[in-house]
């Protein structure tokens, strides 16, 4: 019998390949980048169509922690669907260890 994290490692796994997104995700410190960029696989969490897209002012992602060498961190930097953001929040791992974040517009 497999134990829970295993199960949640699968579970993740099967998400992220049915949901997942490339993103560039880039640490940043002091407001500049720090270390190479990282290519990553998120869930882009469901919007309403006129909320979304180049035009949002935000976006909100699930991301695996095990994907990180060191753990995100608020004022990284995501490349996504043609449109630079900075983390602004990040919660506790939901039930299955996915990390969600919210993403602010750069400007």
């Known amino acids: 019998m497999s134990d829970w994290s295993t199960i949640d490692a699968a579970a993740n796994a099967v998400m ?7 993103v560039v995700y880039q640490p940043v410190e002091s407001g500049a980048a720090v270390g190479s960029p990282l290519t990553i696989t998120a869930i882009r969490h469901a919007r309403e169509r006129e909320e979304s897209g180049a035009t949002a002012g935000f ?3 699930s991301v695996n922690p095990s994907d990180f060498s060191k753990p995100p961190a608020k004022g990284d930097w995501v490349t ?3 449109t630079q ?4 929040t990040l919660r506790q791992p939901d039930a299955y260890g ?9 400007t």
């Open 16 to 22: 992220q390949q049915t949901f997942g997104e490339p």
């Open 59 to 61: 976006e909100e992602i």
């Open 80 to 82: 996504a669907w043609g």
């Open 85 to 88: 953001y900075v983390v602004t």
């Open 98 to 106: 996915m990390t969600a974040v919210t993403l602010l517009k750069r």
